[in-house]
């Protein structure tokens, strides 16, 4: 096959694409020959973004099950087929444990988690009648060891990779493969927000990791290429970490 050809004929959804690493993705996957539909909460940003790359946009909150389903029974009318779902949409909520509130927590779990779920869920059926699919989870190495400061979101994004491997037991039989993705510090508004808008502070969280540097977004969404693309036949139900070297020690 080609190079930039990686995704052609396939149809993906990208949740949470309007900016960051969704909308990385969402690029990637079009340069590579697939048909792509965005979807985010921000709506103009969302456009812009989905005209950019040729895609098409859907307003779409992933913890709102309805909506869901909107965007899945469009993305079937329109394009006949959901081959790539790439659950990307995500908030990050820092506090210490003992001072995290039970609504902040509920908000996290509410988008990270039940978005993922939902999601999931939603584009299932398309994908066991095509008999053939991938589900790309975004979690985070927040869903693989501890993160100070975060209880809410570390609880989020282990949910991610345990229900990565239930969904990917439990689909594998209809050609289905679903696997988890773990970003380490990635240079998005997200990252941004944490470091309070201050390069030095974002320089000196980047100097406490091996890299000593944040990614690109372009740098998962090549990982995310590589599990929406038929290169990743065998891999189901796994953790693809890219991180920097954070979680080596
Ligand atoms: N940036 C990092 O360092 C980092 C590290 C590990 C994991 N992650 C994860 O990567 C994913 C992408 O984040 P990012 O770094 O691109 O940050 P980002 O804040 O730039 O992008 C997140 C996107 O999700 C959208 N979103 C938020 N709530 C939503 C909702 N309810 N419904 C639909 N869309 C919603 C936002 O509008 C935004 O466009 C998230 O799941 C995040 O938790 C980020």
Redesign the pocket.
């Known amino acids: 096959m080609r190079a930039m050809d990686r995704l052609a004929g396939k149809v993906a959804i990208v949740?949470?694409?309007?900016?960051?690493?969704?909308a990385a993705e969402a690029a990637l996957f079009a340069s590579e020959g697939a048909t792509v539909v965005l979807?985010?909460?921000?709506v103009s940003?969302g456009q812009v973004t989905a005209a950019a790359c040729g895609g098409t946009f859907h307003q779409?909150?992933?913890?709102n099950e309805e909506a869901w389903q909107r965007v899945v029974d469009a993305t079937l009318a329109a394009h006949g087929r959901i081959d790539v779902l790439v659950n990307?949409?995500?908030?990050?909520h820092r506090a210490r444990m003992i001072e995290h509130t039970l609504d902040d927590f509920r908000r996290l779990l509410d988008?990270?988690t039940i978005?993922v779920f939902l999601g999931m869920r939603t584009v299932a059926p398309a994908m066991i009648a095509q008999q053939s699919g991938s589900i790309i989870n975004?979690?985070?190495?927040?869903g693989l060891v501890g993160a100070p400061n975060s209880i809410g979101y570390g609880a989020s994004?282990f949910a991610v990779t345990g229900m990565t491997k239930t969904a990917a037991f439990e689909l594998a039989r209809h050609g289905i493969r679903v696997n988890s993705i773990?970003?380490?510090?990635?240079?998005?508004?997200?990252?941004h927000e944490v470091a309070r808008h201050d390069d030095a502070i974002l320089q000196k969280m980047a100097n406490s990791t091996p890299f000593r540097r944040?990614a690109a977004?372009e740098e998962i969404a090549n990982l995310a290429l590589y599990l929406a693309s038929d290169e990743s036949s065998f891999s189901s139900g796994s953790e693809f970490v890219a991180d920097g070297g954070v979680t080596a020690i």
Do not use: W
């Not at 779409?60 to 913890?63: I, Y």
């Open positions: 949740t949470g694409a309007a900016r960051g690493q969704g979807t985010d909460v921000l940003e779409h909150d992933v913890s990307n949409a995500g908030i990050f988008i990270n978005g975004i979690s985070s190495i927040a994004k773990h970003p380490g510090m990635i240079e998005t508004e997200m990252i944040p977004p």
